[in-house]
């Protein structure tokens, strides 16, 4: 069974950073690239960054430059820096594996904000 548990929320002001965290379990982790998602009230679900199992991240252009995401296979979790935040960052954020099924936590609330 495949679980995702995201964490690292929470409440910070505009120009502030946080650190998300997404641990993994079920699938085999290292052989799998990550995503970032994120939906804000009333918009849709959007791929923030992704990850490849050999390393190699792109990004939405949005947060290009303030975010960074990583990974640690040994601890089969997945990372999400984000620093320079902006109240449009305000979302829940998801991690998913690119695996052929779907697969969703119950995603950590962002919320920016002075």
């Known amino acids: 069974q495949v679980q995702l548990v995201e964490s690292g929320g929470g409440l910070v002001q505009p120009g502030g950073s946080l650190r998300l965290s997404c641990a993994v379990s079920?699938?085999?982790?290292?052989?799998?690239?990550m995503g970032w998602y994120r939906q804000a009230p009333g918009k849709e679900r959007e791929l923030v960054a992704r990850?490849?199992?050999?390393?190699?991240?792109t990004y939405a252009d949005f947060v290009k430059g303030r975010f960074t995401i990583s990974r640690d296979n040994a601890k089969n979790t997945v990372y999400l820096q984000m620093n320079s935040l902006k109240p449009e960052d305000t979302a829940v954020y998801y991690c998913?594996?690119?695996?052929?099924?779907?697969?969703w936590g119950k995603g950590t609330l962002v919320t920016v904000s002075s």
């Open positions: 079920g699938i085999i982790f290292s052989i799998f690239g």
């Open positions: 998913k594996p690119e695996v052929s099924r779907d697969y």
């Open positions: 990850i490849g199992s050999g390393g190699t991240s």
